[in-house]
């Protein structure tokens, strides 16, 4: 277990459903008010019932001032890695840095299909996903790209526009191999508690740190990004452990898991997800989020060297 002692950030996983878009715009300027710090959209392209996530959070950052916006993950196989890196690039830039990528290998290969994208097999999606990175970074770094690989090739493209800060990539992965890659090359790990529960979250950030130290990075070069769902309800769920993949009980206990994930887990960003009803918004960030900072902070003081007399 670990604490890679990053600044602690909430967010809130907005939902991108076409219903209601006049409510959806409105959301985010709300979360962008209370001072939360991210919004997480989700990528399904072949979702009929969702707005392309690239084109909202453009929109979301123009409706915005503060907060940062990133995709939760990005669905590689239908977005061209260069394409998808004068996208982030852009967005960042018109937005004065407040955009962040969160990148997947591509789930839902039907859908994938179905769209006009590859259905890629485990380890060539692996491989996708390595030189899609490498695209990725080699245009944000402004040279021309000479990129020859098994997936994908961009031979002499001209990066421009440039970001306005240095983008994280955050890579949405869960198989080892996967994430040994996050700890060669990426500055996020973006895991879902419904799928990753803290004890398996634990087994794959030490194989994300092992991979780290393997490549010559520190383990903390690799932020945990974690989204969480569950309900503030008067009752703590019986049985409540690691192997739990949502949060249920009242505030305090919320205050009480979020600095287990922090100080033990190592995660440092919480992108709430579920029902974004007023005085739930205002509870994550208004009491638990400052709680959760304040206890975090009292216990890295406890636990820092003390100076020798």
Do not use: C
């Not at 604490?3 to 219903?19: K, N, V």
């Not at 019932?49 to 590689?76: K, M, S």
């Not at 996708?128 to 990725?136: D, K």
């Amino acid at each position: 277990m670990a604490d890679y002692g990053h600044a602690l950030e909430f967010g809130f996983f907005l939902d991108p459903a076409t219903g209601d878009p006049a409510r959806t715009l409105e959301i985010a300027r709300i979360l962008d008010r209370l001072g939360y710090d991210l919004i997480g959209i989700q990528d399904h392209p072949y979702q009929q019932g969702h707005y392309d996530a690239l084109a909202l959070i453009g929109y979301v950052l123009g409706q915005t001032e503060r907060i940062r916006v990133f995709p939760d993950v990005a669905n590689l196989p239908l977005r061209p890695p260069a394409i998808l890196a004068k996208q982030a690039a852009t967005l960042d830039q018109l937005s004065g840095g407040r955009f962040e990528l969160g990148l997947g290998a591509g789930a839902f290969p039907d859908g994938v299909r179905a769209m006009g994208g590859p259905a890629r097999e485990p380890k060539e999606a692996l491989a996708a996903l390595r030189e899609a990175a490498l695209i990725i970074r080699g245009y944000w770094s402004g040279r021309p790209l000479r990129h020859d690989g098994e997936i994908y090739r961009a031979i002499g493209a001209r990066p421009g526009p440039l970001p306005a800060h240095e983008i994280g990539l955050w890579l949405g992965v869960i198989g080892p191999r996967a994430l040994r890659l996050t700890g060669e090359l990426a500055e996020g790990w973006v895991p879902s508690m419904s799928y990753v529960p803290p004890a398996a979250a634990a087994r794959s950030n030490a194989i994300i740190d092992e991979a780290a130290r393997a490549a010559g990075r520190e383990p903390s070069a690799v932020r945990r990004i974690y989204n969480i769902g569950g309900d503030v309800a008067p009752v703590v769920e019986a049985g409540s452990s690691d192997d739990d993949r949502e949060i249920v009980g009242p505030r305090d206990h919320w205050v009480d898991v979020l600095t287990h994930l922090a100080v033990d887990h190592g995660f440092s960003t919480f992108v709430l997800w579920g029902v974004p009803t007023a005085p739930r918004l205002r509870m994550f960030i208004e009491e638990i989020a400052p709680a959760v900072k304040e206890r975090v902070a009292g216990i890295r003081a406890d636990r820092a060297p003390q100076p020798t007399p």
